[in-house]
């Protein structure tokens, strides 16, 4: 590969490369389960955290394609007293209601990253964050809504597989 092509990839892709490498090498070194166990549980974290990084991403660009693939295809996503059952009904929700997704609103998504958290459990797992979304043209907060999620890996990637957004109750730290 190029030298400029290696230079030009984000930092993300090189940390992930970096987990996976040594997840590998740990494999193959003979090391014992425990230090393999737990090299697989960082990799797990990080690829279960890059589901909020790209949300956020797919949300602040309108990007419905990465938005979506994030999602299981029988997910189910549950927003106020609405349930979406699949990624059509799904999509159907970031397209015609989610506020951040439609024409007229330029918003940027951010979140606090030390209310985040995760959970690994083998293939399965959790995710939560919040979402702060900023209108660029008033430099004010809009909306601040958080995303409690149950995730597997499906096929080799960590996807949503259930979902349910809702407003902060408590906008403090723990």
């Known amino acids: 590969m190029e030298r400029t092509k290696l ?3 984000p930092a993300r892709a090189w940390l992930a490369a970096l987990i996976m490498g040594m997840v590998l090498i740990a494999c193959g070194s003979g090391q014992d389960t425990s230090t393999q166990q737990a090299l697989q549980k960082q990799a797990d974290t990080y690829a279960i955290q890059q589901i909020e990084v790209n949300w956020h991403k797919a949300s602040s660009t309108k990007d419905i394609d990465l938005m979506m693939s994030l999602w ?3 997910a189910t996503f549950t927003v106020g007293s ?3 059952t699949g ?13 951040p997704f439609q024409a007229g609103n330029d918003w940027v998504s951010e979140t606090p990253a030390f209310k985040s958290r995760v ?3 083998g293939n399965s ?16 907060v809009t909306a601040i809504v958080s995303a409690d999620q149950n995730v597997e890996r499906v096929g080799g990637q960590w996807l949503i597989i259930n979902s349910t ?3 902060p109750d408590n906008l403090n730290p723990y």
């Open 7 to 9: 230079a030009a990839r």
């Open 72 to 74: 299981a295809d029988n």
């Open 82 to 84: 609405k349930t979406y």
């Open 87 to 99: 990624k059509d009904q799904i999509r159907g929700f970031f397209v015609n209601d989610a506020a």
């Open 119 to 121: 959970t690994v459990d």
């Open 125 to 140: 797992g959790t995710l939560y964050f919040e979402c702060v979304y900023l209108d660029m043209h008033t430099q004010k």
């Open 165 to 167: 957004a809702a407003t």
